[in-house]
């Protein structure tokens, strides 16, 4: 019933600029921790940036100073502004949370992913 919607991917030339949202719908108590994640084929899904309930907010190496990760809890909807992209973050993009339903069970969810396609 809980489920995450990722929108926002497309192509865009290296050096250009997308903006990812995810949004979650369903019977929702509260969202913890939110964050995304990124793969290509034949590799591992890797972390490219997370966010606390509070704002708290780690990146990876590959993405500091580029990209930038927000949250608007009263939307429940978690955004990843990607500047200065460049062909190595071609991907497909998924978002996770963690999500407490109103049941009062909580579990980690994520998105079917938004294609990124950075190239020239």
């Known amino acids: 019933q809980v489920q995450l919607v990722e929108s926002g991917g497309g192509s865009v030339q290296p050096g250009g600029s997308l903006r990812l949202s995810c949004a979650a719908s369903g019977s929702i108590f509260s969202i913890y921790d939110m964050g995304w994640y990124r793969q290509t084929p034949g590799n591992q899904r890797e972390l490219v940036a997370t966010?606390?309930?509070?704002?708290?907010?780690n990146y990876a190496d590959s993405v500091k100073g580029r990209f930038a990760i927000s949250r608007d809890n009263a939307k429940n909807t978690v955004y990843l502004q990607m500047n200065s992209l460049k062909p190595e973050d071609t991907a497909v993009y998924y978002c996770n949370a963690f999500i407490v339903a109103t049941s009062r069970a909580g579990m980690n969810y994520w998105g079917k992913g938004t294609l990124v396609t950075v190239s020239s």
């Open positions: 966010i606390t309930k509070s704002d708290t907010t």
